[in-house]
């Protein structure tokens, strides 16, 4: 079945580089029927869509963090990354990857969810 | 950007309720609608798209309606499982938003 799997540093420096993995299984990251998400939701609180990308390395970000944000993906590994550079504390919160309908914007499999803290 | 907002934030009810969230959008966003649950400690789950209709293995209990800019969730008898916090999502276009969300609890 479809699984999808965050991983990277649960602990990040202000002013650096939170850098997250979606591994994905069940389902290859080309097929032509999706988009893979980041969504992030600080504990207790609602949801952000950060971005989506296709297999073909097409994007498109949340212009509230496009200019700090890189979403890129591996096909040959088949997962898909993300990159927010110069974190600050509003940064922490939980990372969700997902995967979207291309024909639609809704997210129908989810990753577990990482906690990322932005700390000194 | 579109904002969604929903109310109430918070709802007491009891196990066998007609429960009803609504979610409002700041300008029209058609049928283009997903509402999600989310239990705690866990991932968001696809309830319900283009406003009304369920996602594969949704209970039936769970409904949708609404377009333009009104929308309401109804969970025509809620079940120990349901409580949980419901968020909806617009996705006419960039970039998707959520509502604040809505915590269903318990009585």
């Known amino acids: 079945q479809v699984q999808l799997q965050e991983s990277g540093p649960g602990l990040v420096k202000p002013s650096e580089t939170l850098s997250l993995t979606c591994s994905v299984s069940g389902v290859s990251i080309s097929n032509t029927h999706y988009y893979w998400a980041w969504i992030r939701q600080p504990p207790g609180k609602g949801l952000e869509w950060i971005g989506d990308?296709?297999?073909?390395?097409?994007?498109f970000y949340n212009p509230s963090l496009k200019s700090r944000v890189t979403i890129s993906v591996d096909t040959s590994k088949n997962c898909f990354s993300l990159r927010l550079s110069s974190v600050a504390a509003t940064d922490t919160t939980i990372y969700y990857c997902?995967?979207?309908?291309?024909?639609?914007?809704?997210?129908?499999?989810w990753g577990q969810g990482t906690l990322v803290a932005v700390s000194s | 950007d579109i904002q969604m907002t929903q109310s109430p934030s918070t709802l007491s009810a009891s196990v066998g309720d007609r429960v009803t969230i609504t979610c409002r959008a700041s300008q029209s966003i058609s049928s283009w609608l997903a509402w999600y649950q989310q239990e705690p400690g866990k991932a968001p789950k696809l309830l319900i798209y283009k406003a009304s209709d369920l996602e594969s293995g949704v209970p039936s209990r769970f409904s949708g309606s609404g377009s333009g800019t009104e929308f309401t969730l109804t969970i025509s008898s809620l079940q120990p499982d349901d409580f949980a916090t419901y968020y909806c999502q617009q996705y006419n276009s960039y970039p998707w938003t959520f509502g604040q969300g809505t915590k269903v609890e318990i009585k």
């Open positions: 997902a995967r979207r309908l291309s024909h639609r914007g809704t997210f129908d499999y």
């Open positions: 990308v296709y297999y073909t390395g097409s994007t």
